[in-house]
């Protein structure tokens, strides 16, 4: 008789647990270039409006919601203009209100003294744990007269040990990419980084912007994501989806009535 109970309270929460469980999902947006600027040109592909941010980024706000979204990230290029930081301001104040937290990384066109006030931290490199994740949030424009930017070396040094003493999986944000997207090379600004990156094992995911372009690659076991910019000429509305539990980054565009 105590079998059966046994064997009736398993089978029941084998049926229930389903319902119960669900993947863990953060939002991820990148370069909004929040601005005063109508339009701006870069190239004929190259095009985004800094002025409309805020109309894309409350409809992509409220789909995050609508999802049970708690966290959102964004790599980079919160600003159009490094001394604009009210839009930085803005745009956290938007995040809140929605009942979500900002994990921003520092992109060309921020500023760094900015990153460190708005999310309240010391240094403009910084982590977080969430969901038993450690999200690092790297400045890697602290070299802007490089074109792939860069990191000092007491960030390295930073993120070398914070790699080596963690033991829990590792989302890397940051702006620029590692790799140079014409033939999928590591920048040697980063081939020490990469190699932290791939031989612990505990990076699993690394985002990143700057190339107002999607790429996406998988290298020595770490999966590297470049997203479209939120107003893009030919991506308005562009957002993703990170899902944590099987590394799924979803492209989405957010659709807002002109």
Do not use: C
Request: aromatic letters at 12%; glycine letters at 6%.
């Amino acid at each position: 008789m105590k079998f059966k109970k046994l064997t009736i309270i398993f089978v029941l929460l084998a049926l229930l647990s389903p319902l119960f469980s669900h993947a863990e999902k953060i939002g991820w947006i990148t370069d909004i270039h929040a601005g005063s600027a109508k339009k701006k040109k870069k190239s004929p592909v190259n095009i985004f409006y800094p002025r409309e941010y805020k109309k894309y980024l409350s409809q992509v706000l409220r789909e995050m919601k609508n999802e049970g979204i708690q966290t959102v990230i964004i790599s980079g290029d919160l600003t159009d203009k490094s001394r604009q930081t009210k839009y930085a301001k803005r745009i956290r104040s938007m995040i809140r209100e929605k009942g979500m937290e900002m994990v921003w990384a520092r992109g060309n066109h921020d500023s760094e003294g900015a990153v460190e006030k708005y999310m309240k931290q010391k240094k403009s490199y910084y982590f977080i744990d969430r969901y038993g994740w450690r999200i690092v949030a790297l400045d890697n424009s602290q070299r802007l007269s490089v074109k792939e930017g860069g990191m000092r070396n007491a960030e390295q040094k930073w993120l070398e040990n914070l790699l080596e003493e963690t033991d829990k999986p590792v989302l890397a944000l940051m702006h620029y990419p590692f790799f140079d997207r014409r033939d999928d090379s590591i920048y040697k600004a980063y081939r020490e980084a990469e190699k932290w990156f791939s031989d612990g094992g505990k990076v699993k995911l690394a985002l990143a912007g700057h190339w107002h372009a999607q790429y996406f690659n998988t290298h020595n076991g770490v999966k590297y994501t470049v997203g479209n910019p939120l107003t893009l000429e030919s991506n308005m509305g562009s957002y993703y989806i990170v899902d944590l539990d099987t590394l799924w980054v979803d492209p989405r565009k957010a659709q807002v009535s002109q």
